[in-house]
């Protein structure tokens, strides 16, 4: 990428290689006078696009979608290198997921966003027609984490485009060379439809401030309060993705062999750093013994080395020291270290500098920790014994927060039966994390997990203003309350609210009655 004089002259966002905590190329940040430019010119493209038919926005979306295509090796290298991943978890958490979210939501934004009948036998006889329009905002401003730094970005930034807004897109500081990609598949769009404002804390709160018509924050609960704190003062409406403890429930007729795969999985894919991840696995006193034990065999089977590494490093130092302090908290408070429990070893000395931290399980886990009470955002499961199913649930609820949840068991009707009990964004049955990739479900949190959805027809329409759209059907009658008041306007309102609310057949004809009689001279003392 070529760098302009203008853009050597400002501060300057270093992309680290978590591996080996070298740095490998600097991008341009932005200014905050530059984010609310930015912000002004959306504005100035909203009004053409949200007028563009959105048959026409999803056929612009799907030429961002080849450009994906188009670099996807390059995408992926961009991402396994300043996230530190390994290349299959790039590929199928970042770019699959992203181009089937453009793909599905594309397709179904048409449909999605037309008016729809409301009331369609009520209103008519009221002598009302109504509809519901979904109309843009305006513009969008999405602040995306770097845990998943394309994925998330679109989830925020599909909707919100198909839905007729401009947006203005910050991507993580951290990993400011997916930034500029995505900076790249963009430009299919028209001017001033998607922008990418780089920059830390100060371009996200320039951001924030500009104003935007509507936010979308994917990231951490603690910054998801500060800008929901941000927002208020101009009253900006939010969606807000946040973290969680997720909670996985192992019960006492599960597959153990599948629910130890799933679990594992679940708790280390990315490092941990997922806010979906594993981070309370209550097991079933029975089987927990054996669980652990092909849980702790299987992790045995993770490789942290070379082009073919299951587990990658930590992306930014300040998660491996929250993993750091968490796991030698939890040991001086008595947990016991089932597997890992420290830096990883890598034989082939690659990890000298880099973020390493071996996949731990503990048992053992008490309120007193500090990975009871916050999120961890790494490689460290602990797995909780309960006495069955109806502690676990309780627990689940009670311990911790989650953005997603998982019930493990051979049994349908019990894994109904626990999952509409477990108070949780998303519930996953025998598998977890999933539906983060699934564009036709729903996705966000509960509590501090978050609010708003993304994802499906619901997610695209967080980021439209429904409309009702009302018709009166004999517009050469005045309507009976109109002025003025008089005992026939009086008691044609009153017999109305007889026939909707009478709880006997004989009262609501009473009411139609007393309409039938006044209904006339009410019309006619109408001004």
């Given amino acids: 990428m070529t760098t302009t004089r203008a853009e050597a002259s400002r501060p ?8 080996t905590g070298r740095v490998m190329a600097e991008v341009p940040a932005n200014t905050p006078d530059e984010v609310r430019h930015a912000v002004a010119r959306a504005r100035e493209a909203a009004p053409g696009w949200g007028a563009t038919p959105a048959r026409d926005r999803a056929s612009a979306l799907r030429e961002v979608r080849t450009r994906i ?11 396994t290198r300043g996230n530190g991943k390994p290349r299959a ?15 599905y939501l594309a397709r179904i934004a048409p449909r999605a966003l037309a008016p729809q009948r409301a009331g369609t036998l009520a209103a008519p006889l009221l002598g009302m027609s109504s509809r519901i329009e979904w109309r843009p905002f305006g513009v969008v401003g999405c602040i995306s984490p770097w845990n998943y730094p394309l994925l998330l970005s679109f989830m925020a930034l599909t909707p919100a485009l198909l839905a007729g807004n401009a947006v203005v897109l910050k991507p993580s500081e951290m990993t400011p060379e997916v930034g500029e990609r995505m900076r790249e598949v ?7 439809v998607a922008t990418v404002v780089q920059g830390g804390g100060e371009v996200g709160a320039a951001l924030v401030d500009a104003p935007c018509d509507k936010l979308c924050f ?13 927002a208020a003062k101009h009253l900006t409406p939010v969606v807000m993705e946040l973290g969680g403890q997720d909670a996985a429930i192992v019960c006492s007729d599960a597959d153990l062999d599948l629910a130890s795969s799933g ?30 034990e092909l849980l ?11 082009d073919e590494m299951d587990v990658g490093p930590l992306t930014v130092p300040r998660q491996l020291e929250i993993v750091e302090r968490h796991v030698e908290d939890a040991r001086s408070k008595g947990a016991r270290i089932l597997a890992g429990g420290g830096p990883a070893r890598r034989p082939d000395g690659n990890g000298s500098g880099g973020l390493w931290f071996a996949p731990t399980v503990l048992a053992g886990r008490t309120k007193d920790m500090a990975l009871f009470t916050e999120e961890t955002f790494g490689p460290v499961l602990p797995i909780v014994r309960v006495r069955d199913e109806d502690e676990a649930v309780e627990r689940a609820n009670r311990e911790g927060y989650n953005l997603t949840a998982s019930v493990w068991t051979g049994s349908r009707r019990r894994a109904n039966d626990v999952a509409s009990r477990l108070v949780s964004g998303t519930v996953t049955i025998n598998d977890h994390a999933v539906t983060a990739s699934a564009p036709w479900g729903l996705w966000g949190g509960v509590g501090e997990s978050g609010y708003g959805r993304l994802h499906g027809k619901l997610g695209m329409r967080e980021f439209a203003v429904p409309v009702h759209v009302a018709t009166n059907l004999i517009p050469w009658v005045k ?19 007889e026939l909707f609310a009478a709880p006997t057949l004989s009262g609501r004809l009473a009411g139609l009655g007393k309409v039938a009689r006044n209904a006339l001279a009410a019309f006619r003392a109408k001004i």
């Fill in 69 to 79: 295509y188009e670099r996807m090796d390059d995408i992926v290298d961009t991402i």
């Fill in 89 to 103: 978890e790039a590929l199928a958490h970042d770019v699959l997921p992203t181009v089937l979210t453009i793909t």
């Fill in 218 to 230: 994917i990231g951490s609960t603690a910054t998801g309060r500060r800008i929901a704190e941000a």
């Fill in 263 to 292: 679990v594992l999985w679940g708790a280390f894919l990315n490092a941990g750093q997922t806010c979906c991840a594993i981070e309370r696995a209550y097991v079933v006193d029975s089987v927990a013994d054996r669980f652990e």
């Fill in 479 to 497: 309507r009976p309350y109109w002025y003025p008041y008089d005992r026939a306007t009086n008691q044609t309102l009153h017999g109305a609210a």
């Fill in 12 to 19: 300057a966002l270093p992309s680290f290689d978590p591996a």
């Fill in 296 to 306: 702790v065999s299987k992790l045995g089977r993770l490789r942290q080395v070379g």
């Fill in 186 to 192: 963009l430009e299919p769009l028209p001017p001033g």
